[in-house]
Nanobody
């Protein structure tokens, strides 16, 4: 069973930075996408970013491109989301998620596949990110 433990949320002023961590365990293959969703009050869940364990390719929502960077440390089994130039509209609960990738999902479509799924192998508990003006 895949387990995810998040950390790193908090309160930051607009323009500031935060780094989220997602410690993962229990993977049964080398073919997963691990990433982040967020949900603000009254809004739908939004895919933010993910990384493929096949090849470390990364994928981003347009709203965070150029500001957020996802990476992973294999030795620590941890995925990071570095968030820079934070805006008030980034305020949300951020959830880490893991999804096993079927072999038919081409590298070019991993991001679309991940952001569009609901049947994830595991979700983190969520961490609050609040950006003040």
């Amino acid at each position: 069973e895949v387990q995810l433990v998040e950390s790193g949320g908090g309160l930051v002023q607009a323009g500031g930075s935060l780094r989220l961590s997602c410690a993962a365990s229990g993977f049964t293959s080398d073919d997963y996408a691990i990433g982040w969703f967020r949900q603000a009050p009254g809004k739908e869940r939004e895919g933010v970013s993910c990384i493929s364990t096949r090849d470390d390719n990364t994928y981003y929502a347009d709203s965070v491109k150029g500001r957020f960077t996802i990476s992973r440390d294999n030795a620590k089994n941890t995925v990071y989301l570095q968030m820079n130039s934070l805006k008030r509209e980034d305020t949300a609960v951020y959830y880490c998620a893991a999804l096993r990738l079927p072999s038919f999902v081409h590298t070019s479509f991993v991001g679309i596949y991940f952001f569009g799924r609901t049947d994830f192998d595991s979700w983190g508990q969520g961490t609050q990110v609040t950006v003040s003006s």
